[in-house]
């Protein structure tokens, strides 16, 4: 319902809009106008695409959650889908959102509204049930070293645990 009411208020609003701006500055500059905020909008949220790229790159470096990172990327997309869109209201919206201090209260909004069950980083154990096979993807590529056994056994080797012999 949310969704069907979206897409018959926006349309509305931004004509009504166009009428407004347009009566009042003219065609052209309405224009005008419309095709800079998309031409801001695509500069602003490439900018800011590559922040939330670096973040998202570094919080999988640090195993951190990436929840965050990712919400502000998602939004930072749909900003930028708003502003190339034309219209007054869906630029306002999408420059809204390319607001840092924005789109963590938006975050902050859904993170409480949502229930996670459960979240995971990293590749935990993985355990196989029933016969053993090795398909091409089993295959580890490697190299290796052949280790002679040493001359002197009697030494005990680096390896071993304990006060340095001399």
Same mark, same amino acid.
């Given at each position: ?15 009504? #809009?166009?009428?407004? $701006?347009?009566? %009042?500055?003219?065609?052209?500059? /309405?224009? @005008? ?5 998309? !031409? ?36 930072? #997309?749909?900003?930028? $889908?708003?502003? %190339?869109?034309?219209?007054?209201? /869906?630029? @306002? ?5 390319? !607001? ?67």
């Amino acid at each position: 319902m949310y969704l069907f009411l979206a897409f018959l208020l926006v349309p509305i609003i931004e004509i009504a #809009l166009f009428i407004q $701006v347009g009566g %009042l500055i003219g065609l052209w500059p /309405t224009l @005008a106008i419309v095709v800079l905020t998309a !031409v801001i909008g695509t500069v602003l949220v490439r900018t800011q695409g590559r922040m939330a790229l670096a973040n998202l790159q570094r919080s999988f470096a640090e195993l951190d959650d990436p929840t965050e990172p990712l919400a502000h990327g998602a939004m930072i #997309l749909l900003s930028g $889908v708003l502003l %190339l869109t034309p219209g007054f209201f /869906t630029d @306002a919206v999408g420059f809204a959102l390319l !607001v840092p201090g924005i789109r963590v209260a938006v975050f902050k909004y859904l993170k409480s509204k949502a229930t996670i069950t459960h979240f995971q980083m990293g590749t935990g154990a993985q355990f196989r049930t029933g016969p053993t096979q090795f398909d091409q993807d089993d295959v580890i590529d490697g190299d290796f070293t052949e280790v002679r056994p040493r001359q002197n056994p009697s030494k005990p080797s680096k390896w071993v645990e304990g006060p340095p012999q001399h």
